[in-house]
């Protein structure tokens, strides 16, 4: 596609209940990213794709967040058991490889829980 | 990990007015992006710019590799200026960017 895209634009879930986050990245490029940003707050890493392979899972915050990607393109966030602490603007990137090359975001998924 | 630092944390300009944002970071630096995150949140790519100076319209920005440090020029701001511009740095073995706190700026028509 011509950009990164994420879908939904905005979810709102109850406290407890599982969510999956899309992101659809830019046609070519190899490496995908998760970053979460809080409300205010900086970008805080989650996860990063080589093709398929997850090489870097350092950064998600608890063992109720996954991620996988699938024919080297689109990608899903899973958040098990949603608490509060999850609201946040989830950010996904894309970039030709991994390292050096320009990164792109996506407009990101707002998520509320209440 | 690498350290990114920006300064200022804030800074609010009469329209018209020039800027300059800082960002300091830690270690060699094999990319380094410029991003200005408008109020619905969007992250747009301003500048790829690991060293050397580039300009894009009444922006511009170097980054001194050497000395660990990125610069960002505003000219003649604008309101539609207003927002938070991160600096994000590839830097060392990692493979994702690390991005500082951001500089929250205010254009004042």
């Known amino acids: 596609g011509a950009g990164v895209s994420q879908s939904p634009s905005n979810k709102v879930t109850e406290k407890g209940k599982d969510v999956e986050l899309r992101c659809d990245p830019i046609?070519?490029?190899?490496?995908l990213y998760w970053y979460r940003q809080s409300l205010g707050q900086g970008l805080e890493f989650l996860i990063y794709?080589?093709?398929?392979?997850?090489?870097?899972k350092s950064g998600l915050p608890s063992d109720r967040f996954s991620a996988e990607r699938t024919g080297g393109s689109v990608s899903t966030l899973t958040i098990q058991r949603t608490q509060q602490e999850d609201s946040a603007v989830y950010l996904c990137?894309?970039?030709?490889?991994?390292?050096?090359?320009?990164?792109?975001f996506g407009q990101g998924t707002r998520l509320t829980v209440v | 990990g690498i350290q990114v630092e920006q300064s200022p944390p804030d800074l609010i300009l009469q329209e018209g007015a020039n800027s300059t944002l800082r960002c300091n970071f830690s270690?060699?630096?094999?990319?380094l992006q410029w991003f200005h995150q408008n109020p619905w949140g969007q992250l747009i790519n301003l500048f790829y710019?690991?060293?050397g100076t580039k300009q894009n319209g009444r922006l511009s920005a170097t980054t001194v590799a050497t000395e660990r440090y990125s610069l960002l020029y505003i000219s003649s701001s604008q309101t539609t200026d207003s927002g938070v511009y991160f600096c994000?740095?590839?830097?060392?073995?990692?493979?994702?960017?690390?991005f500082g706190s951001g500089t929250q700026l205010t254009v004042l028509p």
């Open positions: 994000a740095i590839l830097g060392g073995s990692a493979r994702q960017l690390t």
């Open positions: 990137a894309s970039s030709l490889t991994p390292g050096g090359t320009e990164a792109f």
């Open positions: 710019i690991p060293s």
């Open positions: 046609s070519g490029h190899t490496a």
């Open positions: 270690d060699s630096v094999n990319n």
């Open positions: 794709f080589q093709g398929n392979s997850a090489p870097d």
